[in-house]
């Protein structure tokens, strides 16, 4: 098990360009999410999926956002017409959940955005 | 509106001594808690959980105490080592009766310093 993967690391744009981002969860984890970290503040919850359905959405997340999960393994994030507010740490975790319980998600390293 | 607070920004113990590290919150929905440290240019990692039917949860040098009533828990981390030196955030999701329905809610983080 290699643990949750994004891809790429670091990305660096000009302002009104559009970018996406990988995430590659723990293989057999059904859930995936998607959330954004800016300097000084904690993780901020962006979406999430259940296999390959998208299950919520965060108020945070304008229309210039998308995610994908169209297999029910990888996900992608765009960010189409970037700003220099989208600038952030954006961060991919992956659980295993079943009804009832506790899920317990685990985060890959981050792909940090620099929009100029 | 910060549904999860950890009001000190900072923590800094001497090698081999407790470490505790604060965290408040205000929604009586959430029901299962986690601890999450993390390095720099890295995602965080999952430390430990507690979920609202438990009140105190321990792993090795890592205890979480859960007081419901007080909204109020705490991570203690005996003895503390320099490579404990971190971002510490504590998380919390909705659920009922001990069981997680998804997103997690972050604090702001606290950073920790060990000195040797």
């Known amino acids: 098990d290699t643990g949750v993967s994004q891809n790429p690391r670091h990305k660096i744009t000009k302002r009104g360009q559009n970018v996406t981002f990988r995430c590659d969860p723990i293989?057999?984890?059904?859930?995936l999410y998607w959330y954004r970290q800016t300097l000084g503040q904690g993780p901020e919850f962006l979406t999430y999926?259940?296999?390959?359905?998208?299950?919520?959405k965060s108020r945070l997340l304008s229309d210039r956002f998308s995610a994908e999960r169209p297999k029910g393994s990888f996900s992608t994030l765009e960010i189409q017409r970037t700003e220099q507010g989208d600038s952030a740490m954006y961060l991919c975790?992956?659980?295993?959940?079943?009804?009832?319980?506790?899920?317990?998600?685990?985060f890959g390293p981050g792909t940090r955005l620099l929009v100029l | 509106d910060q549904q999860v607070k950890q009001n000190s920004p900072s923590l800094s113990v001497q090698e081999g001594r407790i470490s505790i590290l604060n965290c408040d919150y205000t929604?009586?929905?959430?029901?299962?808690f986690l601890w999450y440290k993390k390095y720099p240019a890295e995602g965080p990692t999952f430390l430990i959980s507690?979920?609202?039917?438990?009140d105190k949860n321990e792993d090795g040098r890592f205890t979480v105490f859960l007081n419901k009533s007080a909204k109020h828990l705490s991570l203690h981390i005996v003895p503390s080592q320099p490579g404990d030196s971190a971002v510490y955030f504590c998380?919390?999701?909705?659920?009922?009766?001990?069981?997680?329905?998804?997103?997690?809610?972050f604090g702001q983080g606290t950073i920790l310093t060990v000195h040797p």
């Open positions: 975790a992956s659980s295993f959940w079943v009804s009832p319980g506790q899920e317990t998600q685990y």
């Open positions: 293989s057999e984890h059904n859930r």
């Open positions: 999926f259940q296999n390959e359905a998208q299950l919520e």
């Open positions: 929604n009586s929905m959430f029901d299962y």
């Open positions: 507690i979920s609202s039917i438990k």
């Open positions: 998380a919390a999701s909705v659920g009922a009766g001990g069981t997680s329905y998804g997103k997690l809610t």
